[in-house]
């Protein structure tokens, strides 16, 4: 008998989120609330009470799954790469299934973000999906048939932290990333670092959305930076598809909006692909800022009918 809820919860930075989701995937409850930051006994006790509040509501009990901006590290069951510094080194998913009494699957965001379009999103019927998210950060996550692949480390899909390919002269050393290297694809085609490659360009400081319409006025200087952005993530893609050649790219986060993207992008990244033709999709996230937490719920799969 498969659970009639689906409960995701998405363990923000900020803000820590849970929905449900009927059999059908309809979204049927959704709380949105402050995470208790620097506070990891409090984290957990916020998810039980959410947990509570939502099953009460929806009146089912349901089967849990988590979305994290970090990683279950394989070698020691206990949280990496997470930038909610109160999660590391501590063995969350083991505590969840605890406090909560069941098992809870618990998976980085940016997996959860392919399992969401994977299952019922943007790819939809493809084997191999690749997502990714430009956002604040940036990330990316590998589902295969509607599993996501985890990997040795805990790393597959985490693409923000390889360094940019084929680099032109003026792009070396490149940025100095957080992680200790330089020119990291995160400090390029994430959203603070779309604006600062655009204020070291033109000592104007502008987000990504102000880039484009300072484009579409005709703002030569922002055209500019938005070749520059788009020749970066189609280099970056073409990595991706030269190694992986997923049946559809997914893009998410707040840069994913910037609707020029899945015209130019595709139009140039076959210079880097070693292949005849590229033939590789390159799609919208359909569930916007839902499919991560959406994701997490979409970690128990739809049972096949
Ligand atoms: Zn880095």
Known sequence: M??????????GGTK?????????????????????????????????RLVAELEQAVGGVGTVGVGIPGAVSPATGRIKNANSTWL??????RDLAAALGRP???????????????????????????????????GGGIVVRGWPLTGKNAIAGEWGHTQLAWREDSERPGPACYCGLHGCLETLLSGPGVAADFRAATGRSMNGEGIVALSVEGDSQAEAALQRYESRLARGLATVINILDPDVIVLGGGLSNIDRLYRNVPAIWDRWVFSDR??????????GDSSGVRGAAWLWPPTPS
Do not use: M, W
């Open 104 to 138: 809870v699957r618990l998976q980085n965001d940016a997996n959860c973000l392919a399992v969401s379009e994977a299952t019922d999103g943007a790819g939809v019927g493809c084997d191999v999906v690749f997502a990714v998210i430009l956002g604040t950060g940036v």
């Open 278 to 287: 590229v033939d590789t999709p390159l799609r919208k996230a359909v569930h």
């Open 2 to 11: 498969p659970h009639p809820v689906r409960i995701g919860v998405d363990l």
């Open 16 to 48: 820590t989120e849970v929905i449900a989701l009927a059999p059908d995937g309809r979204e049927i409850y959704r709380k949105r609330t402050p995470t208790p930051s620097g506070d990891y006994e409090a984290q957990i006790a916020l998810v039980v």
């Open 88 to 93: 590391l080194g501590k063995p969350l998913d």
